[in-house]
């Protein structure tokens, strides 16, 4: 279902301004509507035809400044100014740029049109009568403006739309990933043989392994519906997941986490025990090489640094699924995305902070 979704992105705006043909083809079925709706009859015989050529040319000329302009107008606002954020800053700069811009064109080609006519000379410019002969094309100004207006408002909302779907969707997919990256039989199997080794072997340590297993799914059970965590209940689920794991593999596994007690930093949950897993599951832990994991906050990220020791079996691809769920996840915030280092002998991931004020 989330892949189908997927596959129905956002397709970009393209404004019929990009298409040449279609823009003149647009352009003239204007002018011709314009001629139609000021002189009907003249459609009725080939000389009424004939006398309306230069209306039909000035409208047509007209139409294709305004509609331009207009075109112009919108795709420098769209990457700006959001209508669904600031809509009445949208519409204050759109009105008032394209009515300035439609102004100046029309009174510059109606100057232009009716000198080449003789209608005037140079030296007897009628600026008045210009200026009244510019008010019919600001009228059709004000219809392309209603149009455009219209359509990028429409435009956006569809995509702000189409966006939040795709934002529940993607969330809804989470969720179920992590459910069954924490649940999977591979994880529950081995903390069960864990277990039934200790319960005959030390009462006190199987004791000690129900209680941080149950603490862990507990917390993965609490923070399903969440976005974001406090880093301080992260950093002790990273706690309680690692203990859990320094059950089993004793000495062979060594960690260092500070401790925090502030709650204005977040984090997406459950980030750590997928950094944590991968740590754990595709490296050597042995006597002659534990497996060092370090996490600590260094202004406004946590930077989670382990041992780079990878097994025989350890490919890139299988590594990077639990990064990858936790970038898509930092996308989806709008925020700044993770940095991986992985040198000779040491892996990093720089985890940025969300601040709540």
């Not at 004000?142 to 359509?151: K, S």
């Not at 992260?234 to 401790?259: G, S, T, V």
């Not at 709650?263 to 832990?285: M, R, Y």
């Not at 890139?316 to 936790?326: D, F, K, P, Q, W």
Request: glycine share 4%; net charge neutral; hydrophobic share 45%.
């Amino acid at each position: 279902m989330v892949d189908q979704f997927n596959q129905q992105q956002v397709k970009p705006y393209k404004s019929p301004l990009k298409s040449i043909g279609s823009f003149v083809a647009i352009n003239l079925g204007i002018a011709t509507l314009l001629m139609l709706i000021f002189c009907p009859s003249c459609f009725l015989s080939w000389r009424g035809i004939q006398d309306l050529l230069p209306q039909f040319f000035f409208s047509f000329m007209i139409s294709m400044i305004l509609s331009f302009g207009g075109g112009q107008v919108e795709d420098f606002y769209e990457k700006r100014i959001s209508w669904i954020h600031k809509p009445v800053k949208r519409l204050i700069l759109t009105v008032s740029t394209y009515m300035a811009y439609s102004f100046v064109a029309s009174f510059l080609f109606v100057f232009v049109y009716t000198y080449l006519d003789g209608q005037f000379e140079l030296s007897a410019i009628p600026w008045k009568d210009i200026a009244n002969f510019t008010t019919s094309p600001m009228w059709i100004a004000l219809v392309f403006m209603a149009i455009f207006t219209t359509a990028s408002w429409l435009r956006e909302w569809r995509k702000s739309a189409i966006e939040a779907e795709q934002l529940k969707s993607e969330r809804l997919a989470f969720q179920y990933q992590s459910l069954k990256d924490q649940l999977n039989p591979h994880f529950l199997f081995n903390s069960l043989n864990v277990l039934s080794g200790l319960v005959y072997e030390d009462a006190d340590r199987s004791a000690a392994f129900i209680q941080k297993l149950s603490k862990i799914y507990r917390y993965v059970l609490d923070v399903q519906q969440e976005d974001l965590v406090s880093l301080k209940r992260e950093l002790d689920f990273a706690k309680n997941y690692l203990e859990l794991q320094k059950i089993r593999f004793e000495n062979n596994l060594q960690f260092f986490i500070p401790e925090s007690s502030e709650d204005t930093f977040w984090i997406p949950p459950l980030s750590l025990q997928l950094l944590l897993e991968n740590a754990v599951k595709h490296n050597v832990a042995s006597e002659e090489s534990p497996l060092v994991i370090h996490i600590e906050k260094k202004e406004d990220e946590l930077w989670i640094r382990n041992s780079f020791q990878p097994k025989s079996s350890y490919s890139e691809g299988s590594a990077g699924v639990g990064l990858a769920n936790i970038v898509q996840r930092y996308e989806l915030l709008h925020h700044r995305l993770p940095i991986v280092h992985r040198r000779e002998k040491e892996f990093i991931v720089q985890l940025p902070l969300v601040k709540m004020v």
